[in-house]
């Protein structure tokens, strides 16, 4: 709470402070009862792999696939030593098999490049998932910041021709799902890394601007300090596609949490947010 108020005045220098509290946790957070195997190619470039991690005895389990975040030019499936294992960890220990996905950066691969990896990664584990023990009709996407701009292109634009194609839903937590190079947007240069320089595209290339293309059950999540305009572009979301489909998608608001201990709290003693996930799954499946 002491950071929170002051979080967007030095996003990268606060990430570091919540990393190293969090650190110590989850060391101590329970990691057995799984099975994980690191850096499986789904693609043919370096950073086209992914860490799978399988329950003990999994039979038809349901599969959550997390798409880190790292403002476009940045970002690795380790975060730290225990980031993001830990989100994938809890979902495993929930019966799930977790999927930790790599893809490619800006300014290497632009839009929509991360949608194009998801939709490897996806392929990759319907091929899989069976052999693993999991449900190859059961598949969700869990986008974290700039991994939420992927899933949400992936879900609901056009334009990149997916459409949600193979996924039950999707969980998009602390989404940046417009291209902005606002003022405020203290990544602006990194989106127009990943969108292109030419800002008349960027409202086309926004997951928002497509919320109504995709009937794809999804859940949002905000943190109550963000980084500047996420939680708008949250409630946005949610607002487009409750109008769209006259009924409110799940949202979540987690009280006293930033952009980045959103995340690095799963695998705590905190789980508030993860129980709000697997109902929103459940439901589907």
Same mark, same amino acid.
């Given at each position: 709470?002491?950071?929170?108020?002051?979080?967007?005045?030095?996003?990268?220098?606060?990430?570091? #402070?919540?990393?190293? @509290? +969090?650190? !110590? $946790?989850?060391?101590?957070?329970?990691? /057995?009862?799984?099975? %994980?195997?690191?850096?499986?190619?789904?693609?043919?470039?370096?950073?086209?792999?992914?860490?799978?991690?399988?329950?003990?005895?999994?039979?038809?389990?349901?599969?959550?696939?997390?798409?880190?975040?790292?403002?476009?030019?940045?970002?690795?499936?380790?975060?730290?030593?225990?980031?993001?294992?830990?989100?994938?960890?809890?979902?495993?220990?929930?019966?799930?098999?977790?999927?930790?996905?790599?893809?490619?950066?800006?300014?290497?691969?632009?839009?929509?490049?991360?949608?194009?990896?998801?939709?490897?990664?996806?392929?990759?584990?319907?091929?899989?998932?069976?052999?693993?023990?999991?449900?190859?009709?059961?598949?969700?996407?869990?986008?974290?910041?700039?991994?939420?701009?992927? #899933?949400?292109?992936? @879900? +609901?634009? !056009? $334009?990149?021709?997916?459409?949600?194609? /193979?996924?039950?839903? %999707?969980?998009?937590?602390?989404?940046?799902?417009?291209?902005?190079?606002?003022?405020?947007?203290?990544?602006?240069?990194?989106?127009?890394?990943?969108?292109?320089?030419?800002?008349?595209?960027?409202?086309?290339?926004?997951?928002?601007?497509?919320?109504?293309?995709?009937?794809?059950?999804?859940?949002?999540?905000?943190?109550?300090?963000?980084?500047?305009?996420?939680?708008?572009?949250?409630?946005?979301?949610?607002?487009?596609?409750?109008?769209?489909?006259?009924?409110?998608?799940?949202?979540?608001?987690?009280?006293?949490?930033?952009?980045?201990?959103?995340?690095?709290?799963?695998?705590?003693?905190?789980?508030?947010?993860?129980?709000?996930?697997?109902?929103?799954?459940?439901?589907? #499946?």
């Amino acid at each position: 709470m002491e950071i929170g108020p002051v979080w967007a005045s030095d996003i990268l220098k606060h990430r570091d #402070v919540v990393l190293s @509290a +969090y650190g !110590p $946790a989850l060391e101590r957070a329970p990691k /057995g009862g799984s099975t %994980v195997t690191r850096d499986i190619p789904y693609g043919s470039h370096a950073r086209q792999v992914l860490d799978c991690f399988v329950p003990d005895g999994a039979t038809n389990a349901p599969v959550a696939i997390f798409v880190h975040g790292g403002a476009f030019v940045h970002g690795d499936k380790r975060l730290s030593s225990e980031v993001y294992d830990n989100v994938l960890y809890w979902f495993a220990g929930q019966g799930f098999i977790g999927i930790n996905t790599e893809y490619r950066l800006a300014p290497e691969s632009s839009w929509p490049g991360g949608a194009d990896d998801l939709s490897l990664a996806i392929a990759w584990v319907r091929a899989n998932v069976t052999r693993l023990g999991g449900d190859a009709g059961s598949i969700f996407a869990i986008g974290h910041s700039a991994g939420s701009t992927h #899933v949400g292109t992936y @879900a +609901y634009d !056009p $334009a990149a021709g997916y459409l949600g194609q /193979g996924l039950t839903g %999707v969980v998009l937590l602390s989404p940046r799902l417009r291209a902005d190079v606002l003022p405020e947007n203290p990544f602006a240069e990194n989106v127009r890394a990943y969108f292109g320089d030419d800002a008349s595209l960027y409202e086309a290339r926004s997951p928002l601007t497509h919320a109504d293309a995709s009937a794809l059950p999804v859940m949002i999540a905000i943190a109550e300090f963000e980084n500047p305009l996420l939680d708008l572009y949250g409630l946005e979301l949610a607002h487009r596609i409750a109008a769209a489909r006259r009924w409110a998608p799940r949202f979540v608001r987690l009280a006293g949490h930033n952009h980045t201990s959103l995340i690095a709290h799963f695998n705590t003693i905190e789980d508030r947010l993860g129980r709000e996930i697997v109902e929103f799954t459940r439901r589907l #499946v």
